[in-house]
T-cell receptor, first 115, second 110 residues
């Protein structure tokens, strides 16, 4: 596609429920990144994929968080048993390939609110 | 201490003013990004630098690798430039992920 697409754009969920967030990267972009921005705070890294593999998942805050990518395309970020502190904007970005010479394109984010 | 520090945190300017936002970092980097985030939350990548200077329209970004410092300049500022500007680096030890500064909130008034 023309840009990085994320869905849903907004999600309100009850504490304890599971949620799935989706990211469609730019076609042909092999690297895909998930970041999180909690209200009033800076962006923080969660995980990145090169192809379908995740060489660095060091930013996932707990074992309630998981992510997968298939077909070197769509990625889903799953949060199980959501907590109020999971409320944040979850941003996805993609680049042609992981590495310093490649620029990023960001999606518009999914705003998750846990009530 | 954050690996990436920005100053100022908040900046108010009048239309037409020349604006400078600074970024200092404490780690070895392979690249530095300047990002723009509008109130709706969407992020746009403005520049990616590993050396020297880049210019795009009224925006100029410079980096001094030896001093571990980068600046973003906006010439002839306009209210539509109002946004949060974020500096982010790729640590040489991480290969790819970005480490972000806390951002500079810019408000340009008429």
């Amino acid at each position: 596609g023309a840009g990085v697409s994320q869905s849903p754009s907004n999600k309100v969920t009850e504490k304890g429920k599971d949620v799935e967030l989706r990211c469609d990267p730019i076609s042909g972009h092999t690297a895909l990144y998930w970041y999180r921005q909690r209200l009033g705070q800076g962006l923080e890294f969660l995980i990145y994929f090169q192809g379908n593999s995740a060489p660095d998942k060091s930013g996932l805050p707990s074992d309630r968080f998981s992510a997968e990518r298939t077909g070197e395309s769509v990625s889903t970020l799953t949060i199980q048993r959501t907590q109020q502190e999971d409320s944040a904007v979850y941003l996805c970005a993609s680049s042609h390939r992981a590495g310093r010479t490649y620029g990023y394109t960001f999606g518009s984010g999914t705003r998750l609110t846990v009530v | 201490k954050n690996e990436v520090e920005q100053s100022p945190q908040n900046l108010t300017a009048q239309e037409g003013e020349f604006i400078t936002i600074n970024c200092s970092y404490s780690v070895g980097i392979s690249a530095l990004h300047w990002l723009q985030q509008h109130p709706g939350g969407g992020i746009v990548s403005l520049f990616m630098l590993s050396s020297g200077k880049k210019k795009h329209g009224r925006l100029i970004a410079t980096i001094n690798i030896q001093e571990k410092h980068s600046s973003l300049h906006i010439t002839a500022s306009h209210p539509r430039d109002s946004a949060v500007y974020i500096c982010a680096v790729i640590d040489t030890g991480t290969a790819s992920k970005l480490t972000f500064g806390t951002g500079t909130r810019l408000q340009v008034t008429l």
